[in-house]
């Protein structure tokens, strides 16, 4: 049974990568994500200046998924360089940057394009004001950012979109005219949790992002309409707990997929998890690898 899948001239082990978030600050924690099953990582997102992040409480957990604010903590991309030196990695390492301009972006590549074997641009995080989805809500900011990137680096390039916006596809197309490799979606959810006695929100940033099982149908439509309308690969996230998850996303046109709420909530086994369940379920409808089940539920033809 065929798990490997091929995107953007990259070879992963299976559909499964560590998305990022909170689980992916270290290359100890990439490592032991590929070790537990992972096909491939997507490192927590890196700026140009270190950043701290807010102060604590910065993750709220919910029955049916977490709301976080953490703030885009990171060592910036010298303490980047400086952490991984010395490592070797024997699978795809994805790494996420943000800026608050294309040219920011653009810098960001050119640095750490020696250590990186693809790039996820973060245009969507929902709570670092002048970042993220204050950048990606508008498709023109998302054509100048991809734009900006492509012209200085060859190597792929994933945008991450906002589901906080009227229309997803349109910022899929932007991503797509501007020459990205791919689009990855969903990121987080604008929420927010509210403490009843102190009468006040929760988080210290008052406001944050919603992950986990209770945003797949969000992020499983979200795939399902980019799927139908780019040509360019999509890379689902949202929600995903459970191999039957990881086929609903295949089904709805996902050619890879990235887990991370559920790392935080089931533990790292859920990589191994996840894959042997997909290969059972290929196993058992009669399809040879992971490539044959991607889109057939929005009425593509074998």
Same mark, same amino acid.
């Given at each position: ?8 001239? =990259? ?20 490592? /032991?994500?590929?070790? @537990?099953?992972?096909? *491939? ?9 270190? /950043? ?51 040219? @920011? ?49 060859? %190597? ?15 910022? *899929? ?26 009468? %006040? ?18 992020? =499983? $439509? ?13 890379? *689902? ?6 191999? /039957? ?19 935080? =909530? $089931?533990?790292?086994?859920?990589? *191994? ?11 058992? @409808? ?13 009425? /593509?033809?074998?």
């Amino acid at each position: 049974m065929k798990l490997e899948v091929e995107l953007f001239g =990259l070879k992963f082990g299976n559909p499964l990568i560590l998305a990022s978030g909170i689980d992916d600050k270290t290359p100890e924690q990439w490592i /032991r994500a590929h070790e @537990e099953g992972a096909g *491939g990582v997507v490192t927590k997102s890196i700026g140009i200046e270190p /950043r701290k992040g807010y102060n604590n409480p910065t993750i709220v957990e919910l029955p049916c998924g977490l709301i976080n604010a953490m703030g885009l903590p990171n060592p910036g991309w010298k303490g980047f360089l400086e952490m991984v030196d010395g490592y070797k990695f024997d699978f795809p390492l994805i790494v996420s940057i943000f800026g608050g301009t294309p040219e @920011e972006f653009a810098f960001l590549v050119e640095k750490l394009g020696d250590v990186a074997d693809a790039f996820e641009l973060n245009l969507s995080c929902p709570h670092a004001k002048g970042y993220g989805m204050e950048i990606g809500q508008r498709p023109e900011n998302v054509y100048d950012v991809v734009k900006a990137v492509k012209d200085a680096t060859d %190597k792929p390039v994933i945008a991450k979109l906002t589901p906080n916006t009227d229309d997803i596809t349109k910022l *899929g197309i932007a991503a797509e005219k501007a020459g990205a490799d791919a689009v990855s979606a969903i990121n987080t959810l604008k929420a927010i949790a509210i403490d009843i006695y102190a009468r %006040k929100p929760i988080l210290s940033n008052n406001v944050g992002g919603y992950s986990g099982p209770g945003v797949k149908p969000v992020a =499983l $439509r979200a795939v399902y309409d980019l799927a139908k309308t780019l040509s360019i690969p999509v890379i *689902g996230i949202g929600g995903i707990t459970t191999w /039957r998850d990881a086929v609903e996303f295949l089904l709805a046109g996902a050619s890879a997929l990235q887990i991370g709420t559920a790392v935080s =909530l $089931r533990g790292w086994k859920v990589f *191994g998890e996840i894959s042997e369940g997909i290969e059972r379920y290929l196993e058992e @409808e009669g399809f040879s690898s992971v490539k044959d089940i991607v889109g057939l539920a929005s009425g /593509r033809e074998l």
